[in-house]
Nanobody, 123 residues
């Protein structure tokens, strides 16, 4: 059974940083997409960052390019999202997600997801 467990959310002032972590277990697919999406109250889900394993391609939403970085530690089965220069509009529930091919790194909510971690950015 696939499990994704996020951590690292919290409250921060605008301009601050947070690093989200996601421990992944039970994933046996050899080809897949992984990444993060977010959802704020009253807003649509938004793919934040993701990649198709082995492709060399990494997706970032325009709204986070240059500020967020996605990375992976295979030895720890952990996915990270480093978030710098946070803005109040980044406030949302952030979800770690994974999906098998065919998959879209910018639409991972259709696959497996964690329980989410809240990020709140105050001005």
């Amino acid at each position: 059974q696939v499990q994704l467990v996020e951590s690292g959310g919290g409250s921060v002032q605008a301009g601050g940083s947070l690093r989200l972590s996601c421990v992944v277990s039970g994933y046996t697919y050899s080809r897949y997409c992984m990444g993060w999406f977010r959802q704020a109250p009253g807003k649509e889900r938004e793919g934040v960052a993701g990649f198709y394993i082995g492709s060399g391609y990494t997706y970032y939403a325009n709204s986070v390019k240059g500020r967020f970085t996605i990375s992976q530690d295979n030895a720890k089965n952990t996915l990270y999202l480093q978030m710098n220069s946070l803005k109040p509009e980044d406030t949302a529930m952030y979800y770690c997600a994974a999906d098998e091919v065919p998959c879209s790194p910018n639409r991972l909510w259709v696959g497996y997801r964690g329980q989410g971690t809240q990020v709140t950015v105050s001005s």
